[in-house]
């Protein structure tokens, strides 16, 4: 702390005595004395930047008021003809008279010299119209209000409304536009598209407000329709539409608009509130000092193989002979497999159990071989058509003329089976075609055809499975709520027509039907 004492105060500590008390009294009056000093110049300092700023103030305003000159502003500038739209030229009407108001040259000017100031803020073709007489304009009495009045009537005449409403039936909101300025884009169209109303109405035969009643109609329809967040367009179609007026159509929009933003900022704050805090608990150094996470160490805690508890010894595990479902692998689950995963083209079901009846003879032109007829059994639980390695051999097709195979192949129990290639194979039946590719596999029970392939075939309806017909066995004076398709008929005849009609399904009542034994290997259900 630099020596700032007085002489006195200097003086004074001499002839203090050295008790303890009297000493911090001392003390604390001499950083009384230094804490005023650095008090009064601060309070300096203070006052001559605010002298300043005053001063700056006052230049300011003097500027502004006219004491000195005023920057120059550009001329606002018309489009030329073919570019413009009534809603461009009220935009470039309201600028033009801004300008002329700001640099106060209206009323200094002659006639001729407020014609050449329009005639600057016009494009070289309004301009060349003006010269020609195209405009109708007199140079000699004409202002600068009946100029604008006579471009404003040649734009109306020369300009198709259709072109206005059309961008106004396609305006729709842009990203990142806001409500309001939506509305205000949709109000300026609408007031170019010539929707011109009579002063006299044909509704009431006087003078009213059902022409602005309309454009309301026009602009509540279009803001609803061109909304861009369809959760605010959702909110505002709930309200019935008796009471849905553009006040509150608008009302609704700029409230879900609002709320929003706001869950937006907050979101954001959040986020930026949590990254400050782990870098805080980085800075305090509140990290975990353990290089392995919480759930890295739970991992190693785990068997690789089973992924349950780990093992005292590696060979306990029992999934040490099992086969993964992802890489083919000996030693693992599937769950617990470091390869990456092997996105699965195809799915196939093979039908295990079978009879005569099951299939379908199919003219099969399998490659370069000839047509053949080959016997299918349809499919539906099948995703892909499949031939043994043996059928494609007697249709006179060899195994090395399939082309590589890189789909994945899966049997009911979600087994892998192995393919030899593929083959494209057209299959005929009744004047229906089907081309497809056909996976050929090394074993099987025969060739399948997938469900795409019958329905093709015409073996099974398209859109199967689907609803044919509804039929209830309930009495129509239950009056249940269920279709009823045979009101006229009683419960028991129609139980007695099923019977009839399916004899193989509904057997007499001492006559058993035995269930076929199942064949195959297990099902296993994950």
């Given amino acids: 702390m630099p020596n700032t004492r007085s002489e006195g105060a200097m003086k004074e500590e001499d002839q203090t005595p050295t008790d303890p008390v009297q000493l911090m009294m001392a003390m604390m009056k001499e950083m009384k004395e230094e804490a005023k000093k650095r008090e ?25 008021g006219g004491s000195t000159k005023s920057k120059k502003m550009d001329v606002p500038v018309l489009k030329c003809p073919e570019d413009i739209n009534l809603a461009d030229f009220r935009d470039w009407q309201q600028r033009f008279a801004d300008y ?9 000017c002659t006639l001729s010299g407020r014609q050449s100031l329009l005639r ?8 060349k119209l003006w010269s020609t007489g195209i405009l109708e304009i007199d140079d000699r009495k004409d202002d600068i209000n009946d100029i604008i009045k006579k471009i404003l009537h040649y734009i109306r005449e020369h300009r198709n409304p259709l072109l206005d409403r059309k961008e106004f039936l396609e305006r729709n909101q842009h ?29 009431c035969d006087d003078a009213c407000g059902h022409g602005d009643e309309l454009q309301q109609e026009r602009l509540r329809d279009r803001l609803i329709c061109g909304l861009k967040d369809q959760a605010i367009q959702q909110k505002v179609l709930a309200i019935p539409f008796k009471d849905l007026t553009l006040k509150k159509a608008l009302e609704v929009c700029r409230v879900e608009a609002a709320s929003k933003e706001t869950q937006a900022s907050l979101n954001k704050s959040e986020r930026q509130v949590n990254r400050l805090k782990e870098r805080s608990s980085y800075k305090k150094g509140k990290i975990d000092n353990n290089p392995l996470s919480k ?22 595990c029992w999934a040490r002979d099992k086969d993964c479902n992802n890489c083919g692998k000996t030693g693992h689950l599937k769950h617990m497999c470091r390869s990456e995963p092997k996105k699965e083209v195809n799915r196939m079901t093979i039908g295990q159990v079978k009879t005569s009846d099951d299939l379908v003879k199919i003219t099969a032109k399998i490659g370069n071989a000839d047509h053949q007829e080959v016997e299918w059994l349809p499919d539906t639980g099948a995703e892909c058509d499949v031939i043994t390695a ?7 097709t060899k195994v090395k003329d399939l082309r590589k195979d890189k789909a994945e192949l899966c049997g009911p129990d979600q087994g892998r089976l192995k393919s030899l290639g593929k083959v494209t194979a057209t299959l005929e039946r009744e004047g229906m075609k089907y ?7 090394e074993k099987g029970t025969g060739p399948i055809l997938s469900k795409a392939g019958c329905i093709a075939l015409g073996l099974i309806p398209t859109g199967w499975p689907h609803v044919v017909n509804k039929l209830s066995l309930s009495s129509p004076d239950e009056g249940n709520g269920v279709d009823m398709l045979l009101k006229s008929q009683s419960a028991a005849s129609i139980r007695e027509q099923l019977f009839q009609e399916f004899p193989e399904v509904f057997p007499p009542d001492d006559e058993v039907l035995p269930l076929k034994p199942m064949k195959g290997p297990p099902i296993r259900y994950p």
Wanted: overall charge negative; aromatic content about 4%; proline content about 3%.
């Fill in 40 to 64: 009064d110049q601060l309070m300096r300092q203070l006052q001559e930047q605010a002298q300043d700023f005053a001063a700056a103030l006052q230049t300011n305003r003097g500027n502004a």
């Fill in 100 to 108: 002329t108001e700001v640099q106060k040259i209206m009323e200094e």
């Fill in 120 to 127: 600057s803020g016009l494009d070289p073709a309004w301009t």
């Fill in 175 to 203: 990203a990142g536009e806001s409500i309001d300025v939506y509305y205000s884009a949709l109000k300026s169209i609408d007031e170019s598209c010539g929707y011109d109303v009579n002063p006299t109405c044909k509704v």
């Fill in 295 to 316: 759930s890295a160490q739970k991992a190693d805690e785990r068997c690789s193989n089973c992924g349950r508890k780990k093992h005292q010894k590696p060979d306990q």
């Fill in 390 to 396: 043996d059928c494609l051999k007697k249709v006179g």
């Fill in 435 to 441: 081309k497809t590719e056909l996976h050929v596999l």
